[in-house]
């Protein structure tokens, strides 16, 4: 399904990817399309947590940051994130959202865990602002879809695991 000159990415039905401003998807296949006297190769992703199907030009599906799911050692490096000291700057709230927006919508998902890792609040470590929560779910989200992938659990598991991680490794550190 890959074009000739895309040959270190090759995209098959099935397969799950993922699209830095939507998360997870699953790849349905492709279609052609003509626009505007342009004859298009579409990728169709459907993004079963948006119920969204998404049409990528499949030559431009790299550039768009669209990837293949993360390998096991990727993701073995985004929950050794997650299990570090959390990294809070003291910047006006604006400005880190910022930041963590920009990493959220990065893809990358050692970015995302460093974003789970510093919004991260136990129920005994105070309030958190309602924008600081949404960033925090959002971030989990994307996270625990992948990861649910990765490791073939339900979301809902996947997102238990994650917060376990994280629990466990505040409190090794207090």
């Known amino acids: 399904m890959s074009k000739e000159n895309d040959k270190d990415i090759n995209f098959i039905v099935g397969d799950y990817v993922v699209y830095p401003s939507h998360g997870v998807g699953k ?3 492709t279609e052609s399309r003509k626009v505007e006297n342009i004859d298009l190769e579409l990728l169709v992703i459907r993004f ?16 768009s940051g669209l990837r293949t799911l993360s390998s096991r050692a990727q993701m073995d490096e985004a929950i050794s ?6 990294r809070t700057k003291k910047t006006m709230w604006s400005r880190r959202a910022q930041e963590y927006e920009t990493k959220i919508n990065s893809g990358s998902l ?23 929560r949404q960033m925090y ?4 989200e994307r996270l625990a879809s992948e990861f649910a992938a990765v ?19 505040s409190e090794q550190a207090a």
């Open 27 to 29: 790849i349905l296949g």
């Open 48 to 63: 079963e947590q948006e119920r969204m199907t998404l049409r990528v030009p499949l030559d431009k599906a790299k550039i």
């Open 81 to 86: 994130t997650l299990q570090s000291k959390a």
């Open 110 to 132: 050692v970015m995302i865990a460093e974003v789970v890792r510093d919004l991260y609040k136990k129920e005994d470590q105070g309030e958190q602002s309602y924008s600081e």
């Open 137 to 140: 779910q959002a971030a989990l």
């Open 151 to 169: 490791e073939d659990l339900d979301k809902n598991t996947a997102i238990g695991k994650l917060e376990k991680i994280i629990d466990e490794s």
